[in-house]
């Protein structure tokens, strides 16, 4: 079955940019949306199909899956705030089933 | 504004059932698919199931199937989840989501509810 690889965790700096990677066997021919999870909240969506943002999530939010990309998807959060610290969820359709992947902590230094 | 809001969960002996609901507002309901996902205690996301806008489609995880049926019934806006030979392991909160366009299968969550605790233990 197809499995979602990302990283356990991330740790960023105030201000800089943050790199969520996600990889899975050829994930450039897939929609990979991005969900943030804090603790006590819902999972809200923050990337959908590859690239875009739903209305309300700031632009420092961007999101990345290129065919060429090296089996490898991407969530970028830029000028990082203390609020984004959160777990991190990337996800795909395949063969009539939702996968998730494992989840990337993310602290913001 | 889309209001999800899940109720039903509860303590269960392993080996018991519990029906999950889901009430939906702020959207046309019987337009949109709808699905189940679960979240153990300290794990990751797990989607559970999915149902079309008009029931026609249904799909599960490998971890529940044969043993929980998800239904949707559009008069009362009301999506279920029926969960039967129950396992410590399907210990969970349990959110239902929403696909993001009416009459479309895109299967990812546009919106999603507070979320309801089941727990399984003896």
């Known amino acids: 079955s197809y499995e979602l690889t990302q990283p356990l965790s991330v740790s960023v700096a105030l201000g800089q940019t943050a790199t969520i990677t996600c990889g899975g066997n050829s994930i450039g021919t897939k929609n990979v949306h991005w969900y943030q999870v804090k603790p006590g909240q819902a999972p809200m969506l923050v990337i959908y199909r590859d690239v875009n943002r739903p209305s309300g999530i700031p632009e420092r939010f961007s999101g990345s899956n290129r065919e060429n990309s090296g089996n490898t998807a991407t969530l970028t959060i830029s000028r990082a705030q203390a609020g984004d610290e959160a777990d991190y969820y990337c996800q795909v359709w395949d063969s009539d089933i939702v996968i998730f992947g494992g989840g990337t902590k993310l602290t913001v230094l | 504004q889309v209001q999800l809001v899940e109720s039903g969960g509860g303590v269960v002996q392993p080996g018991g059932s519990l029906r999950l609901s889901c009430a939906a507002s702020?959207?046309?309901?019987?337009?949109?698919?709808m699905h189940w996902v679960r979240q153990a205690p300290g794990k990751g996301l797990e989607w559970v199931t999915f149902?079309?806008?008009?029931?026609?489609?249904?799909y599960y995880s490998d971890s529940v199937k044969g043993r929980f049926t998800i239904s949707r019934d559009n008069s009362k806006h009301t999506l279920y989840l029926q969960m039967n030979s129950l396992r410590v392991e399907d210990t969970a909160v349990y959110y239902c989501?929403?696909?993001?366009?009416?009459?479309?299968?895109?299967?990812?969550?546009?919106?999603w509810g507070q979320g309801t605790l089941l727990t399984v233990s003896s």
């Open positions: 989501a929403k696909e993001p366009y009416s009459g479309y299968d895109l299967y990812y969550f546009e919106s």
């Open positions: 702020g959207f046309t309901f019987t337009t949109y698919g």
């Open positions: 149902i079309r806008y008009d029931g026609s489609e249904k």
